[in-house]
């Protein structure tokens, strides 16, 4: 859960209302969010959002995922049903 408000002070209460009610986890500041880097500098209060990419060599190899041969399955090998569409 990803808690934003001008006021630390609701902030805070927010999280003590929580705590009260569920077992929860302050993991503290956020970092990333659903495929964003956010960069803050508080002293000038700005953030900085980074877009970055889902696709890295380490999980996907040195290939984008729309170029590597899929891999047949056992559903692969069983003949298609027949549909009388060619």
Do not use: C
């Not at 934003?4 to 002070?9: A, C, K």
């Not at 990333?32 to 996907?60: C, M, W």
């Amino acid at each position: 859960m990803l808690l934003l408000s001008e006021s630390v002070q609701r902030i805070s209460d927010i999280k003590k209302q929580l705590h009260a009610k569920y077992n929860m986890t302050d993991i503290g500041p956020v970092r990333q969010f659903f495929g964003l880097e956010i960069e803050r500098d508080r002293k000038n209060r700005i953030l900085h959002l980074h877009q970055f990419s889902v696709y890295t060599p380490a999980t996907h190899g040195p290939w984008p995922l729309a170029m590597q041969r899929p891999l047949d399955t056992a559903t692969d090998q069983q003949p298609a049903p027949e549909t009388g569409i060619q």
